[in-house]
């Protein structure tokens, strides 16, 4: 009886060192994964810092008189802020008139570019039709063609059609992009051809099928697409600025170069004018940045 008793009271305390033991693991695993994650945030802080300390100097800049800008002293955060060089950039050239043109004109080539080139990817992914490969295969070709080396002869040809100074040529010449192309279809790839011959013996149209179906369902790849083809648009120079002459046609990025002069104030009414013209495609970009990283690989893994 007594032997039983001590085995039992033997048994229990093995038990209770076991579960200690196991608290005790349990605790340094737990120090050891929070000190993990406080780590990686204060490098991913201090990454942060380094990569956005251009434009946080820059926002410091444009609230900064001139005066501050232009001495001996290391003046990185404005001892006097004011919204003076903010009023002065809306006042020396009409900035106002800019951003509307970029909207306009960013606007319209995202919308041009999802409509003609979900209808090229679906032409590519769900019809038969002969020389198709070969024609993808040129049309990824374009890719490795820089814009510099034809933007002469589209000058010519946007010219011959009396379009300078307008917004069809700033807007027509880009209203679909290979790259557009290739991410439709590799996200059209993942969908069954049965999809599609199941809609068909339906009665369901091309169109029908495109718009009612496939769009739909390819949200991911629209808000990528969305997102690149809006910026890329909004941050045009070269060829805003070879076509078009007026004030009422120029975009945001050829307003902001109109704010560059010779006297030293004209810095920080440049810089203004930058941290005015980035808010809206920074917006953009963090408003759609898990549409944009999820449209981008959605298409590239199957299983």
Do not use: H
Not at 41 to 70: C, H, K, Q
């Amino acid at each position: 009886m007594d032997q039983t008793l001590v085995i039992r009271r033997t048994g229990e305390i093995d038990r209770e060192q076991i579960v200690k033991m196991q608290e005790a693991a349990n605790r340094r695993a737990l120090l050891i994964r929070r000190s993990r994650t406080i780590l990686l945030v204060v490098l991913n802080l201090a990454v942060s810092l380094f990569v956005l300390l251009p434009l946080l100097y820059a926002v410091s800049v444009a609230f900064m008189p001139s005066s501050e800008l232009f001495t001996t002293e290391m003046n990185l955060v404005p001892k006097a802020p004011t919204f003076e060089n903010f009023r002065q950039a809306l006042v020396k050239v009409p900035l106002a008139r800019f951003v509307f043109n970029s909207f306009l004109v960013a606007g319209l080539i995202t919308l041009g570019q999802i409509i003609s080139c979900s209808l090229a990817a679906f032409s590519f992914s769900f019809l038969e039709f002969k020389g198709k490969e070969i024609l993808f295969m040129l049309v990824m070709a374009t890719m490795m063609i820089p814009g510099e080396a034809t933007i002469i002869s589209n000058y010519l040809t946007v010219s011959s059609f009396n379009w300078l100074d307008s917004y069809q040529v700033l807007i027509v010449p880009y209203l679909t992009s290979a790259m557009g192309i290739f991410l439709f279809r590799q996200f059209y790839k993942s969908f069954p051809i049965s999809l599609y011959e199941s809609a068909r013996i339906d009665g369901c149209t091309n169109l029908r099928f495109i718009f009612r179906i496939l769009l739909p369902l390819t949200k991911s790849a629209i808000g990528a697409m969305a997102v690149y083809t809006f910026i890329n648009a909004w941050n045009m120079y070269m060829w805003p600025l070879l076509v078009t002459g007026s004030n009422e046609m120029r975009t945001v990025q050829i307003g902001i170069s109109m704010l560059n002069n010779e006297d030293a104030q004209s810095i920080t009414l440049m810089i203004a004018g930058v941290v005015l013209v980035i808010i809206p495609s920074i917006a953009i970009f963090i408003a759609g940045q898990k549409q944009l990283i999820r449209g981008m690989f959605s298409g590239a893994v199957k299983g």
